[in-house]
């Protein structure tokens, strides 16, 4: 069964950093694209960004285009998000999941809850 | 690419037939697809490409559409079926989602 499993939420302060991880486990991690969505307390689901199918190039949502930063470690079967300058608006459960092919996602994980607040 | 989901919010009987539709800003047929999300769960996806039921997913679970409009459609409702859903356009970068649709109990 797939399994991703996110790490490295928690509490930080306006214009502070972060980093997410999350490992995946019962696939191939190698051959798929992964993505990054979050949900903020009371709204829905938002994507982030994402590697496209194909050719791995990472995209950015305009909300976090310059201070978010998508890479992957294919030996660690590991997937990041890099997260700087962050906002209080940046307050979110924030989701790994596996593109089975062209956005389409097909796996998810629980979530990690990020809060930004002073 | 913009996507209109409604409504937000509907309450409807255990065996209802429940609709929401999706109105994308342009034609992205069939790139668009459905999730089901529960409090507390990771959302599942239940429909891709417009109209393909995704494997495991009762077969109560429909969707068509094409160019920017789209429906789900929820026949013989279920109580495992109360949760929200979302519209979602894969067609290109930035992905967006629908606003969602709270399907409650009546």
């Known amino acids: 069964d797939v399994h991703l499993e996110e790490s490295g939420g928690g509490l930080v302060q306006p214009g502070g950093s972060l980093r997410l991880s999350c490992v995946g486990t019962?696939?191939?991690?190698?051959?798929?694209?992964m993505t990054w969505v979050r949900q903020a307390p009371g709204k829905g689901l938002e994507w982030v960004s994402g590697f496209s199918s194909g050719g791995f190039t990472p995209l950015y949502a305009d909300a976090v285009r310059g201070r978010f930063t998508i890479s992957r470690d294919e030996a660690k079967s590991t997937l990041f998000l890099q997260m700087d300058n962050l906002r209080e608006d940046d307050t979110a459960v924030y989701h790994c999941?596996?593109?089975?092919?062209?956005?389409?996602?097909?796996?998810w994980g629980q979530g990690i809850l990020v809060t930004v607040s002073s | 690419i913009q996507v209109t989901q409604s409504p937000s919010s509907l309450s409807a009987s255990v065996g209802d037939t429940v609709t929401i539709t999706c109105r994308a800003s342009?034609?992205?047929?069939?790139?668009l697809n459905w999730y089901q999300h529960k409090p507390g769960k990771a959302p599942t996806v239940l429909i891709s490409g417009a109209s393909n039921l995704q494997s495991g997913v009762p077969s109560r679970f429909s969707g068509t559409g094409s160019g920017p409009d789209f429906t789900l459609t929820i026949t013989d409702l279920q109580p495992e079926d109360y949760a929200t859903y979302y519209c979602q356009q894969s067609y290109s970068a930035p992905i967006t989602f629908g606003q969602g649709t709270r399907v409650d109990i009546k």
């Open positions: 342009r034609g992205i047929s069939p790139y």
């Open positions: 999941v596996k593109d089975a092919w062209g956005w389409l996602f097909d796996s």
């Open positions: 019962g696939f191939n991690f190698n051959n798929h694209a």
